[in-house]
Each structure stands twice: as C-alpha cells, then as structure tokens.
C-alpha cells in the first residue's frame, strides 16, 4: 500500500515553503499547521524503508510554539512496526521547524537506550545551539524498546530488550536506518523537498550509533558528531566486568567514594601545574601518568582509615587503571584500555562512580559500579539470554561464540570509511579524558586505527579531540561545544575546522574557556592573560 495521499492544498503549501524560507519570511501559521495535521493520517508499507519492518504510521501531529528562532514546529510522534509481532515497535519522534534551514540532524541515545530521544535539546551544546530552535529538523528514537519504566535513567540500564532477537538487531543498528528513512520521507511530504544535509549526532551509546551511520549507512549521512563512543560494545562490556572483579571479588578492595575521591584529590595536586596553572584540571595527561604514584596512599602498618588505601584496594585501583585482559579475542583484541581513575576522574562528584556499597546488588542497580551494572546486563541478556546469571560469574572464554556473534551486530569498530568519505562525509569524534563510563583509551584506540589506514588523508575527512577534565557528562570542566555548526561548517561549506573552544558548564566555573586541542595536543597555559580565557592556553605535544 503506498503511502496516504495529502491533499492538494498541502502539497501547494510544501511545495511553496522553500521558496518562502528563503526569503526568511515563516510558512503562513494556519498553512503550515494544516499541513501538520495532514501528517497525522500518514502511513508507510515495508517497501518504503531500507530495511525489513511491517510498515509504520504517525500517531500524532500537532503544531506548537518552540523557543528560538525557527517559530513552530510540527511535533510527529510515530511508531515502525516490527516484523516479529513479539518484537516492540519503534517509537520516534520528528520535528519540523516552520523556518526551516534545509537541513536534518538524527540524535542517538545513551545507554541501553529504552527512552525516546526527543530531539527537541541536545546535551553537550550550548543551548542557544539547539538544533530545533535554530532551524534544524531534529529526530530520534527509542531504538526499538522501552527500558525501565520508560524514563531515561531507569532505562540506560535495561537490556532486558536483547533477548528478542529483532529487538536487538535493531538496537545494534538497524533502527538507526529505519527511522532515518521514515523522517526524511515525512521531511519531503511537509516541506515538499529533501535536507540539503542530513547529519547524525551522538554522545555514549549515541556516538557508538553515528559510528554505525558512517560505517554502514554512509550514504545516508553527510557528516557525524561521535562523543565518548561505545563503538566496540562488547569489549566495553567485558572490560566494565573487569572493574566489577577488580572490586567486588576480593574483600576490602571496594573503593568508596570517599576513597575514589581521596584518589582523585591526590592526583589533581600533583598534576594539576603540568599545564603550567592551578585550575583544578589535569590537562597534561601523559606527564601525570608518570609523576603521580598509587603507592603513595597506601596506608602504612596499622589500623585502615580513610585517609590512605588498604593493599587490596591499592592493588584494585592499579587493576582498573592498567589495560586489562577480556578474557578472548572480540574485534581482534583480547585488551581493553585503563579506565582513568588515576588521571583526575571524581575530582568532582559522579553517578557514574564505583558504587555506594561495597558488594552489588543482585541485579546490579544504579548504586553500584556503572560499569559493572551495564557489563551484568550485557551478561544477563545479550550473551546468555539468562535474568539468573551474574557477572561475577561469568567467564568470557565459555561463552566465545555467543559473545563474538553479539559483537558482529553491536560494534562499529571498522576503520573502513572509505565509502562514507567517498560520499562527503566528515566526522568529529571527541572523548573526556576522565571518563569513567567509556575510558578514552577507547576512542584512542579507534583513532590511532583510522589514522593507520589513512594516513595524512584522514584530516580530510576527520577530527579527533581530547577534552582535559571532562567526564561523560560531569567532571572538573563540562563541555559545551557547538561541535554541529562546526560539522556544518565544514560540510557545507568546505570550511575545514579550525580552532576550537570548549565552554565551561560546571556549577564552580561556568562560562570559563579552553581550547579544545586535536589528539595528541593538550592545552598549556602561556603564561600570562586571564586564566578563564582560552586565548590564554596553546595546543601543544
């Protein structure tokens, strides 16, 4: 069944509102809300989108007032029906902006996904760059399943959903097409002609997904703004259950937050002037990894206290922070990067620390190790398809084929972006250096990966950042950084990114600023001019 016929006043009005837009004049409010509303009675067949589903449908389309400058906006809420009926349906939301800038940005989610990604703000962007508000068509999805009770925090740590396998596939990547081609279908039904560039933005599980849009669907997709990717998920989750092991499997070595934060303090005072000025961040990484030294809280013979680290719990921090052994090969590796406990991470509070009692929960929650909670999930539901199993338990060598055939769905770990580069694309891929959810020996990894393929050819087409005292979404310094109208830039109007500045969102330093330096560089302050300022700091090696 092709899809539902609009009627001709609309086409009229979409076919009109390009040439309108141009003339920065807004589409008539009565035009573009009947227009809107038309979009509701939409439906697609299966033949309408790239990959296998049982068609799709709005439920709802109505017009409302956004904040900025692009007016209203048509809110579509629809769903993309799975082929196995015991599979949920993909829920997503597109939003058209009345001025429109010819353009359209996929957003990804986070975690195990399980909550609908809005579009409607972004994380990590100033928020007077919100996409929407500033003309952009913005859509996303749950990635095809609901987690928890459906909100975002009880959902990133819900991977319940795997054990349906098209629920799975489609987590893995394949939602990501289906609802790229349903938007852009209802994009040229509103506005009578296709984006002028599509873009997909990430951070987390979401910058695992714009690796997959680049790696896989490269012609969809005309630049990527990857933030701390999951990429190579499973050796993530097995590298999360060596943070578990390290902690929870011998007595006394748990690190409360009150020892993790003695640890991060100790590192912050012996690094923090690396850089050449006190300003609570650990900028020069590389220099502080052989300045500081675990040893130095251990506490001596004698009662514990909370001033110093126990042998167990000094020995445990060194395990979390080394390269560990996954236990296989997965991806052509059987190593997983330190995680940078002992580079600054808990300088200042996380939710995303190493738990808050010293044995987890049963099934792990969000008050133990974040990482462990998300590697027992991948556990529980994405290799043994077992709610009884634990990842204390669970031995990766065991379970070697279960565990590579989910790696061969989930991971976006090919450096082969010739296709995407072929077709114009451009990626800009950044990591926190303190990052205790996804380390950024990760995204170092992927680089130096890239970088081996391509050569000097990679500045072409990709950027690489490391951003000193962010976390995953908290730390020292909390980036903003308007990383999509550099994206644009680039894209459309072959402006090669230049220098960047990150600005500070934290609660203790908001509005401070510095440069964001392209990997191996870090930030180094000259010596004179205002501390807060980037025009003060150099990109050096």
Known sequence: MAATPISRAFVLGALLAPALLALSAPVEAWAAGDACAQLAAVKFDSGQIGLPTSGAEVASARFETVAGTAGEACIILGRILSVDPAAPPISFELNLPAHWNHRAVQLGGGGYDGFLVTGRSVILLPKDKDPLPNGYATFGSDSGHRGGDGQMMSAVGDASFADNREALENFAGAQIKKTHDVALALIRRYYGAAPEHVYFYGNSEGGREGLVAAQRYPADYDGVVSIHPAYDYVRLQLGGLTVGKAIYAKPGAWLSPADTALIAQAVVARCDDLDGLKDGLVSNVAACRTAFRLGDLACPPGPVNHACLSPAQVEAAGKISRPSD??????????FPGWPLLEGAFSSPSFLGLGATPAPAEPATLRDAFAYLMAEQGVKHFFLHDSNA??????????????????????????????????????????????????PGNSVDYFQ??????????????????????????????????????????????????????????????????????????????????PDAASSFACVK
């Open 326 to 335: 996954i236990g296989l090969a997965v991806d052509g590796s059987s190593s």
């Open 449 to 530: 990966a890239l970088r081996a393929r391509y050569g000097d050819r990679l500045a072409g087409f990709a950027r690489f950042y490391l951003a000193p005292g962010f976390g995953h979404v908290d730390g020292a310094f909390q980036v903003n950084w308007d990383s999509l109208a550099t994206l644009d830039d680039w894209v459309s109007r072959g402006r090669a990114p230049g220098p960047q500045v990150v600005v500070d969102a934290s609660p203790a330093h908001a509005g401070r600023t510095r440069p964001l330096c392209e990997y191996p560089l870090w930030p180094r302050y000259k010596g004179a001019g205002d």
């Open 390 to 439: 634990t990842g204390l338990a669970f031995d990766p060598a065991a379970h070697a084929d279960a565990v590579r055939q989910v790696a061969a769905m989930t991971d976006a770990v090919s450096p082969d972006l010739d296709a995407f580069s072929r077709h114009g694309g451009k990626l800009l891929l950044m990591h926190g250096t303190i990052d205790m959810a996804i380390p």
